[in-house]
């Protein structure tokens, strides 16, 4: 079995306490994952100066050369696990085996954080709004004949990550060419990707003193976020709410992303079909960029019909099938409450499911030993219906109805926002919501993202801060 | 069978006579009306049988069937008390006191006879007699608190105590003030680290694991010239065990104990490389016993190895136990050349009751 140590600054370390992950499908035991103590957490990071100093030796030109080789070797190259080698194909069979993805979806996502690597420059770019990368180096400079100075806010970037996608970690990366060091807590069924990733970084000529890796409960995870000058956390609501007043943790927490159409598109529904699909579906509907609320103003019935329709279509299908679109749940107990969840919301007047007149059985199936939910679209009566602004993380959607003056009130917060519409002013009040984190106008997938937009927050502020800077004449 | 394993096999049988001879002894104590204590005089009445005549060793212990957590809980603690011990001074000490009513035990002296036998297995190396002690762990009702000081006396040293209420610091976690938590430990560990740098006679530390890692975050315990740490209060993993050994003593010995209010002290056997930083324990037979059994059917003891839910029979001649079951698990260990009783290994919270369980937090 593959054991997969702390990295404790580059340092392999093998815990006695072991957390042991097992295989979706056969339930067999399928990985070892050290786990860290709280203490030795803390007794790490008391120097993450040095860690820093190690990093910043590098100039930003250096470390993003050193990203672009490490996106090679994460694609293509024979990487250290432990005390193994992880060819890529293992890589996808092992991230398939303990969260239930489909290979291709994992393929897909590997290739999302080849480009976050291959392209940090431009990730760089876009966070920084084309700063010079030796005022960067420097930390200071001039722009358009203006004095700017940017200071580092912190040692250390703390990361607590989830399970549900790979393509997250792209979020993490630039932190390595901004020169901050990483302490990183995977997601306990997928630590296979940040492990990969730092090694790539490591062996593209990164300092290996500049990751952390830990595998650990809840009160480690604890002392990461504490413990680290600035931080970001994956999680539900309840595990993101004890750091909801810190703004010194960026939270990722549900995205409750939605396609809203205009009244000005809405006779149009039509045309927008495959947009509120992909937006649905892709990735197996598991990411927080996945639509799960589709707000109309008219054809509200139309089009969760259509939409049912075509999901319906997508049907459980095994992990290596080129065409599979849908992820089991790698704990089956979870698949069944989801969809009691689901029932309990339903049992509220006010809404009903589109997709149980499109399927023949249940909406929890199984395959080959798996539990999968079913694609489910949901139509509310109104915005305010429980069930009205739910996410799960499989392909689920309500399309719910609104009149054009609720809208952009009642949408509540939502990570992306693909607005149909060429309405100015609704167009300017979803532009001035602080509920909107990315906004699309037009027919972009909720799901589509663009390398030089930051994405829930931006990195480069979250880590520096700019200082006022004054420089006289003669030094 | 080769010698040494004759020797062992010879070293268990003779415990396990002493231990049958105790239970004797100590069921005659409790049973009768001039010496026992009320709850087992009155509890006596009501069987049809006679302890004193059907118990002739441990095993015979079944017949009283499993001791009950509820009576311990609330009053009148006097019914604890023997006659035997009519007169003498009766201290009551707590435990599970964090939502309702606590167990109590009463003790006269049975906290100081558990830790002078203690004593003899701290090597004096590192617990230097005549060496002063800081006790950095819960305190108010509970045995530790005098069971430490004692054992500094008895080994010709003075306690030096900092106050710790863990009831607060788990009242603290579940009102969702996890910041606070820290304030106060951090306070405990302040007012321990002002001690340890103004007498530089105290060389001996009792503390909890949590404690010890918070301590040793401020400070080298090597520089402060403390020379051996007892351990104990809570939960041990042998990854702490481990990171304590190897990253937290410099040099330090670390003593390991599992022990709570109910049965007394077990003591930690000696470190072997084989047992890879497992935490195994040797209760201090014949005063208290420890077995492993199975969840579903107490009355089995588990193999060897095998996982259970902890039991523990405290046989004194001021509290008598038969039975109880802890609300922790562990592996069962086999009889050792220093310790030819069973023992456990690893135990950490039942896991049937952890939802309900607020563990370690000081």
Sequence with gaps: MVHIPILRHGQPYKSLDVSVVRHHQTREPFVEISQANAGLIRKDLRNQQAAREKLAKFSTAELLDICSRAAESFLNGSLPIGDAEQTPEDYVHQVSATTGMPHVMARRNMTKIHAALAEAGNVLNGLTRNLDWELLDQGFGELEGKPLSFYPRTDSLGVVLPNNSPGVHSLWVPSIPLKIPLVLKPGSAEPWTPYRIIQALIGAGAPPEAFCFYSTGHAGSGEILSRCGRGMMFGDAGSTGVWANDPRIELHGPGFSKVVIGADCADDWEKYLDVMVSSVLNNGGRSCINASGIWVTKHAEKISEALAERLAGVGPRAADDPEAQLAPFADPAVATRISQLIDHGLAEPGVREVTAEHRSGERVVELNGCKYILPTVLLCENSDHGMANREYMFPFVSVVKVTPDQLPETIGPSLVVTAITADPKLIRDLVTSANVDRLNIGAVPTTQITWDQPHEGNLFEHLYGRRAFQRAVAV | ?362
């Design chain 2, 1 to 362: 069978m080769s010698t040494a394993q004759q020797t062992l096999q010879t070293k268990i049988q003779t415990v396990k006579d002493t231990l049958d001879a105790w239970v004797r002894e100590v069921v005659a104590w409790h049973f009768d009306p001039a010496t026992g204590c009320p709850f087992w005089l009155n509890y006596a009445s009501r069987l049809d049988w006679d302890p004193r005549k059907e118990i002739h060793n441990y095993a015979d212990l079944e017949k009283l069937g499993p001791f009950q957590d509820e009576w311990l809980r609330g009053g009148p603690v006097r019914r604890w008390v023997p006659k035997g011990y009519e007169g003498r001074p009766v201290y009551t000490f707590e435990t599970g006191g964090s939502t309702g009513v606590p167990k109590s035990r009463i003790n006269i002296e049975d906290f100081r006879l558990d830790y002078e036998a203690f004593s003899e297995t701290l090597p004096d190396e590192y617990f230097p007699k005549g060496a002063d002690w800081l006790s950095l762990g819960p305190t108010g009702p509970r045995r530790l608190r005098l069971a430490v000081e004692h054992l500094a006396q008895y080994r010709g040293g003075i306690c030096f105590m900092v106050d710790l209420d863990p009831r607060w610091v788990i009242k603290l976690l579940k009102m969702g003030q996890p910041k606070m938590a820290e304030a106060y430990k951090q306070h405990v560990i302040e007012q321990g680290l002002t001690l340890l740098k103004a007498h530089d006679n105290i060389k001996c530390l009792f503390t909890t694991p949590k404690l010890l890692e918070a301590l040793c975050e401020k400070v080298s315990l090597k520089k402060l010239g403390i020379t051996g740490v007892f351990c104990g209060g809570t939960e041990m993993t042998p990854q702490f065990h481990r990171f304590a050994v190897e990253e937290l003593m410099e040099g330090a010995y670390f003593a390991a104990t599992y022990g709570n209010t109910l049965m007394g002290l077990a003591v930690h056997k000696p470190r072997e490389v084989e047992d890879n930083y497992a935490v195994i324990y040797y209760p201090p037979s014949p005063r208290a016993m420890i077995e492993v059994v199975d969840p579903d059917n107490p009355d089995r003891v588990v193999d060897y190895g095998a996982t259970g839910r902890v039991r523990l029979t405290t046989l004194t001649k001021e509290f008598f136990m038969p039975r109880f079951l802890e609300r922790d698990e562990a592996e069962r260990e086999p009889p050792c050349e220093q310790y030819p009783w069973d023992g456990v290994r690893n135990v950490r919270p039942f896991s049937k009751l952890q939802a309900n369980v607020v563990e370690g937090v000081y």
